[in-house]
């Protein structure tokens, strides 16, 4: 069955770095439309960016230009950089398998905390 694990979440000081990954099994991953998202207590999880089959890329905002979404497919791996971090940035961080063709379905991973402080 599709597995998706998040690693690399944390604790960082503001304006610091983390490197979050995501491991997917299950799936020809090659053939996927990847995407992270994040999600605080009390509101709707949000998009953060996404990279296809091909290595497009679609970045929310307020992240363009701080964090690089990429992926290494010989890995089956998705990967999230995300510098210049913001308290704001605070949040449980997601991986997706988004529904596109060939895939009909959207598979979640569990999720892995990230800490900005001030």
């Known amino acids: 069955q599709v597995q998706l694990v998040e690693s690399g979440g944390g604790l960082v000081q503001a304006g610091g770095s983390l490197k979050l990954s995501c491991a997917a099994s299950?799936?020809?991953?090659?053939?996927?439309?990847m995407g992270w998202y994040r999600q605080t207590p009390g509101k709707q999880r949000e998009l953060v960016a996404t990279i296809t089959s091909g290595g497009s890329t679609n970045y929310e905002g307020s992240v363009k230009g701080r964090f690089t979404v990429s992926r290494d497919n010989a890995k089956n791996t998705v990967c999230l950089q995300m510098n210049s971090l913001k308290p704001e940035d605070t949040a449980v961080y997601y991986c997706?398998?988004?529904?596109?063709?060939?895939?009909?379905?959207?598979?979640w991973g569990q999720g892995t905390q990230v800490t900005v402080s001030s």
């Open positions: 997706k398998l988004e529904p596109r063709y060939p895939y009909s379905h959207e598979y």
């Open positions: 299950g799936i020809i991953f090659r053939l996927t439309t």
